[in-house]
């Protein structure tokens, strides 16, 4: 009766060399920051015309003047701080103890320098253009809390990786990182989609016909 015990045992002891525990679900942390609009009023409409974004259902043909362009950056930074055990044949389990993910917003709103500030030309313009960065801090509200779904999702795919030697740890950790961040990634394209459909509620026909039509005597050059 004694042998299969120690049987027992030794499958015990083998499989914990050989497998890894599970973990705890990471702390997963998004943190977002958004900054105030920083206005240019530096490039010509000209200039504005050639690096403006698409606009969706307005025909440029018609609207020959490209008075603002607002864009909107968002950049996403994801750090991971990984654990790791070590067990009796020098062979180490990783997982991840914390996933911090850091959205930065920066809106840059370009005025055509044809307008100076203070006329109504550039202040039309200007109400434009914060539509748009009002837009962007919609979604943003919207879609963020999905992201935090998304990278938890991703962290419980990943679980614990294992057994490592110990000089295989560091090439584990860049695997599981851009894992990580490629879950990140696809999440951002998925915002920008978004966006870009709701920035066509702005950016509309009648819209432009208003704009080019609310300052008499300031024609748009």
């Known amino acids: ?65 490209t008075t603002g362009v607002t864009r909107g950056k968002i950049t996403m930074e994801t750090s991971i701080l990984f654990r790791s055990l070590g067990n009796l044949l020098g062979r180490y389990c990783l997982w991840q103890a914390e996933v911090t993910i850091n959205v930065t917003y920066r809106p840059e709103v ?15 313009t200007k109400l434009h253009e914060l539509r748009h960065v009002e837009i962007d801090k919609g979604v943003m509200k919207d879609l963020l809390p999905e992201l935090k779904k998304v990278v938890a999702a991703r962290a419980a795919k990943i679980g614990v990786r294992g057994p490592f030697d110990d000089t295989q740890r560091e090439a584990a950790k860049s695997v599981l990182l851009h894992s990580m961040q490629d879950a990140v990634s696809a999440e951002l394209d998925r915002i920008e989609s978004v966006r870009a459909m709701r920035q066509q509620m702005v950016d509309t026909p009648a819209e432009y016909t208003r704009l080019s039509l609310s300052c008499p005597g300031e024609p748009i050059r």
């Open 110 to 124: 370009y005025i055509a320098k044809e307008y100076r500030p203070g006329t109504c030309r550039y202040t039309q």
């Open 1 to 65: 009766m004694i042998v299969p015990s120690l049987h027992a045992a030794t499958a015990v002891v083998l499989a914990g060399l050989l497998a890894c525990d599970p973990q705890p679900a990471p702390d997963i942390q998004v943190n977002y920051t958004e900054k105030k609009p920083v206005f240019f009023n530096s490039h010509s409409t000209a200039q504005l015309r050639a690096i403006a974004p698409s606009m969706g259902t307005v025909n440029l043909a018609d609207f020959p003047v």
